[in-house]
């Protein structure tokens, strides 16, 4: 097999990033190679112009689709986070940095559950902080949520408001 098509496959079926070495070890391949296929199929996607790209997160990638598709297509696509997950990220977003004490305060002690599963999907970074943690959103968030900061995501809210509120 191909294997660059092997990866491609991988990124294809994951539904969040894989780390370099657990490419390396599904191809049994040296980094430096992995890393050199992923850069081909990045510039393929590229030259053609592809809704798909392949981005890395912290020697993690995701295959996932270029901004200006996202925005056109999201109403299509699934919404993996529950309702009531949203809502805890919704606090940590306007609210951030967070302590978890103060979160669990608005939010009840279901946020413990949230905040373990948001920090799971890589979409809030934790930190300790004395007795609780301090939380704020990741990299991965603003990718996720086809945005390139808190301030732009903040922005197209109010609008969607503004827009169902008219």
Do not use: W
Not at 64 to 71: C, F, G, I, M, P
Not at 137 to 162: A, N, P, Q, W
């Amino acid at each position: 097999m191909n294997p660059k098509r092997v990866i491609e496959a991988a990124l294809f079926v994951s539904s969040k990033p894989i780390p370099i070495y657990k490419l390396c070890e599904l191809l049994s391949m040296k980094k430096s190679e992995v890393l050199r296929l992923i850069e081909e199929l990045k510039e393929e996607y590229r030259e053609r112009g592809s809704p798909i790209e392949i981005v890395s997160i912290d020697e993690r990638f995701v295959m996932q689709l270029t901004h200006e598709y996202a925005e056109v297509v999201k109403d299509f696509a699934p919404t993996d986070l529950s309702s009531s997950v949203l809502r805890t990220l919704a606090v940590i977003v306007s609210k951030q940095p967070i302590k978890q004490s103060e979160l669990v305060k608005i939010r009840g002690n279901k946020a413990y559950g949230h905040v373990e599963e948001l920090e799971n999907r890589k979409l809030i970074e934790v930190k300790p902080y004395g007795r609780t943690k301090i939380i704020k959103t990741s990299k991965l968030f603003l990718d996720y949520f086809g945005v390139s900061s808190v301030e732009e995501l903040k922005k197209k809210i109010e609008e969607k408001l503004r827009k169902e509120g008219s």
